[in-house]
C-alpha cells in the first residue's frame, strides 16, 4: 500500500480511483504493537458467538446448502441488514473513525471474475462446510482438519494474486 498526503489525494483523485492497489480509508496514524490487541478481543468474542450460535457447525452449513434449515440464513440475512443499516447510518450523519478520520464509500464495477470467484467460494464452502470467518473457531475448537481448508484459503488467496492480472476482471 502507498501512503498518499492527503492533499495529494484531493488532487490525484482520478488515478486513486482507477486502481485497486490503494485503500483510500487506510488511516495514516502509527501505533504500537499492542494497539492491535483489540481486535483479537474482538476476534475471540465473534469466535465465541459463532460457536454458541452453531455458525461454524458443519452440519448447520450442509443444511444451508441443502436448503433444509432457515438458520444460517437467518444469521446471514441480519448481518445483511446490520450492514446496511450500518452504511445508511454512516453516509446519512458523516460519522467519522473514532480517531476523527472520514469514512469513503467509493462504488466498485460489478465485472464476471465476481461471478466466477462467487461460484468458486460458494463450492469451496459447501465442499468444507468451511467460510474464512469460521476457520478459526474451528481450529479453535479443536476441528485441527480444518487447517487443510485454512491453507487451502491461503494458497487459493496467493494463487488469485500471482495470476490476478491474467484473470477475468
Known amino acids: 500500500m502507498q501512503n498518499w498526503p492527503a492533499n495529494s489525494m484531493l488532487q490525484n483523485e482520478h488515478e486513486i480511483r482507477a486502481t485497486d492497489a490503494i485503500c483510500i480509508n487506510e488511516s495514516e496514524k502509527q501505533h504500537q504493537w499492542y494497539y492491535n490487541l483489540k481486535y483479537l478481543l474482538v476476534g475471540l468474542v465473534f469466535g465465541i458467538l459463532f460457536v454458541k450460535a452453531e455458525v461454524i457447525s458443519w452440519f448447520r452449513i450442509q443444511e444451508m446448502f441443502r436448503l433444509q434449515s432457515f438458520h444460517m440464513y437467518g444469521i446471514i440475512g441480519s448481518a445483511v441488514v446490520v450492514g446496511m443499516v450500518s452504511v445508511w447510518l454512516i453516509k446519512r450523519f458523516q460519522i467519522k473513525t473514532i480517531h476523527g478520520e472520514r469514512i469513503t464509500f467509493t462504488d466498485k464495477k460489478f465485472n464476471k471474475g465476481q461471478i466466477y470467484g462467487g461460484l468458486l467460494f460458494g463450492l469451496g464452502w459447501g465442499l468444507t ?22 491453507l487451502s484459503a491461503i494458497a487459493g488467496t496467493w494463487v488469485y494474486g500471482r495470476f490476478r492480472e491474467n484473470l477475468p476482471h
Open 129 to 150: 462446510g468451511a467460510c474464512p470467518g469460521p476457520l478459526f473457531a474451528q481450529i479453535g475448537i479443536g476441528a485441527t482438519v480444518v487447517l487443510v481448508t485454512l
